[in-house]
C-alpha cells in the first residue's frame, strides 16, 4: 500500500463546476499538508499549504485536513478551463523529515469551456 | 529567467551510457533535490543536499550520483542507464521558513525529460 494514495483521474468537468479533489493517506505522523499544481511540460508549484487539521481557504481554493480520517481534500470553486491541470498532494511529517516530502501521483483535471 | 534551470530539457540515450543532468538556481536557497516523475508512481526523490557538503539518498537512489558543485549548482549522473531510468526528472530547491522549519514549499525547474533505448 502506498503511503499517499490519490486517484490519477482525469477528471472532466464544465467551466463553473465545483471541483473536489482528495487524497488519502496512512503514516498519522505527517503534519505538513499541500497541493501543488503541475500544468503540462511545467514542474510543479505550490498551490496551497497548511498545517494539522483543518480548512484554509484562499480565493476559489478550499483546502481540508481531517486527520482523524487520514483525508485532505482541495475544492476548486467556479473552475475555469486555466485550471486544467495536473493536481498532486503532498505531505511531510516528523518521521520523513519535514524536508522531505510524500507525494501523491496526481489527479489530472480538465475543465471544458 | 527561470529561477531553476534545469539541462538539458529532452535527451534520448543507449543503454550503458553515462548521462548527466545539471541544475542551477538563482533563489539563494540552500536546499536542493533531484525527483524522478513517472506516470502512476508521482513524484519519488532520488537525492538531496541540505548544503554543500551535506549529500543525502532519498528512497530511489540506486543507479544514480550526485554532485553539488557550488551552492547554486547540483547535477544527478546515470554511471550507465538502463531502460527502467527513463522518466521525467525534476530538480527542486527549498528555503527555511521561520523558526528554522522548511515551509514545505518547493521550487521546481520545468524538468528534464529523458529517454533510454
Known amino acids: 500500500q502506498k503511503e499517499v494514495e490519490q486517484d490519477p483521474g482525469p477528471l472532466s468537468v464544465p467551466e463553473g463546476a465545483i471541483v473536489s479533489l482528495n487524497c488519502t493517506y496512512s503514516n498519522s505522523a505527517f503534519q505538513y499538508f499541500m497541493w501543488y499544481r503541475q500544468y503540462s511540460r511545467k514542474g510543479p508549484e505550490l498551490l496551497m499549504y497548511?498545517?494539522?487539521?483543518g480548512n484554509k481557504e484562499d480565493g476559489r481554493f478550499t483546502a481540508q485536513v481531517d486527520k482523524s480520517s487520514k483525508y485532505i481534500s482541495l475544492f476548486i470553486r467556479d473552475s475555469q478551463p486555466s485550471d486544467s491541470a495536473t493536481y498532486l498532494c503532498a505531505m511531510s511529517g516528523e518521521d520523513t523529515g519535514f524536508q522531505k516530502l510524500v507525494f501523491g501521483t496526481g489527479t489530472r483535471l480538465l475543465v471544458s469551456p | 529567467d527561470a529561477d531553476v534551470t534545469q539541462t538539458p530539457r529532452n535527451r534520448i540515450t543507449k543503454t550503458g551510457k553515462r548521462i548527466m543532468l545539471e541544475c542551477s538556481q538563482t533563489?539563494?536557497?540552500?536546499?536542493m533535490y533531484w525527483y524522478r516523475q513517472d506516470p502512476g508512481l508521482g513524484l519519488r526523490l532520488i537525492y538531496y543536499?541540505?548544503?554543500?557538503?551535506?549529500?543525502n539518498k532519498g528512497e530511489i537512489s540506486d543507479g544514480y550520483s550526485v554532485s553539488r558543485q557550488a551552492q547554486a549548482k547540483f547535477s544527478l549522473s546515470l554511471e550507465s542507464a538502463i531502460p527502467n531510468q527513463t522518466a521525467l526528472y525534476f530538480c527542486a530547491t527549498s528555503d527555511l521558513g521561520q523558526g528554522g522549519w522548511s515551509t514545505g514549499e518547493l521550487f521546481f525547474g520545468e524538468g528534464s525529460r529523458l529517454t533510454v533505448l
Open positions: 533563489k539563494g536557497h540552500d536546499r
Open positions: 543536499s541540505f548544503d554543500v557538503k551535506d549529500i
Open positions: 497548511t498545517y494539522s487539521s
